[in-house]
Nanobody, 126 residues
Framework: QVQLVESGGGLVQSGGSLRLSCAAS????????MCWFRQAPGEEREFLAA????????LTADSVKARFTISRDYAGNTVYLHMNNVKPEDTAVYYCAGAYSPYGAVFRTRDSYSNWGQGTQVTVSS
């Protein structure tokens, strides 16, 4: 198990940029695939991006591929979501999640991840 804590959310103007952080502790961070999901009120939790345990492979949803980038920092045990040109429709609670996967796989389904953070609210004003 790893414990995950998101931060970096808040109110941002449309067209601006934001970087979300997910700090991990507990089990070895380098053995986990990490990802970001988001969920708006009344909507399903949406996959955004995942990055492999080694950091060499990533998968990003087509809906945000042009604007969002996932990365990880092993020294700081942190995964990031870099959000550029944010839009009002990006308003949601953003969740970090992880799963044990030491061989480079990436996953895009909610059920693939067993460790979840508490979420951080992102609100984009128009």
């Amino acid at each position: 198990q790893v414990q995950l804590v998101e931060s970096g959310g808040g109110l941002v103007q449309s067209g601006g940029s934001l970087r979300l952080s997910c700090a991990a502790s507990g089990r070895t961070f380098s053995n986990y695939v990490m990802c970001w999901f988001r969920q708006a009120p009344g909507e399903e939790r949406e996959f955004l991006a995942a990055i492999s345990s080694s950091g060499t492979r990533s998968l990003t949803a087509d809906s945000v591929k042009a604007r969002f980038t996932i990365s990880r920092d092993y020294a700081g045990n942190t995964v990031y979501l870099h959000m550029n040109n944010v839009k009002p429709e990006d308003t949601a609670v953003y969740y970090c999640a992880g799963a044990y996967s030491p061989y480079g796989a990436v996953f895009r389904t909610r059920d693939s991840y067993s460790n979840w953070g508490q979420g951080t609210q992102v609100t984009v004003s128009s």
